[in-house]
């Protein structure tokens, strides 16, 4: 399993950033997908998830309204799509896929908001 996370960068305050997580190795369509994000001097918090599908998504209270995460399942690529970033939002994000009950990580992406 591979998960190869993109798209992060410096943003200024109410901008907007696509990640991007592409993944192989395992059959994508058939599980759930997740952005975590890890802010400075933070634990790591849960983003949004997806079902396998894109059927159903969750968001973060923080983030709801904001983020919206979605998939193409023929690019087995899934996507964060961020506006109205906050500096809060400052954090190296990563996806996640819990594959035949083992967790996988990308090497992250940073996401740096500021003016």
């Known amino acids: 399993v591979q998960l190869v996370e993109s798209g992060g960068g410096l943003v200024q305050p109410g901008g907007s950033l696509r990640l991007s997580c592409a993944a192989s190795g395992f059959t994508f369509s058939s599980y759930v997908m997740n952005w975590y994000r890890q802010p400075p001097g933070k634990e790591r918090e849960l983003v949004a998830f997806i079902t396998s599908a894109g059927s159903s998504t969750t968001y973060a209270d923080s983030v709801k309204g904001r983020f919206t995460i979605s998939r193409d399942n023929a690019k087995n690529t899934v996507y964060l799509q961020m506006n109205s970033l906050k500096s809060e939002d400052t954090a190296v994000y990563y996806c996640?896929?819990?594959?035949?009950?083992?967790?996988?990580w990308g090497q992250g992406t940073q996401v740096t908001v500021s003016s």
């Open positions: 996640k896929a819990r594959v035949n009950f083992r967790v996988y």
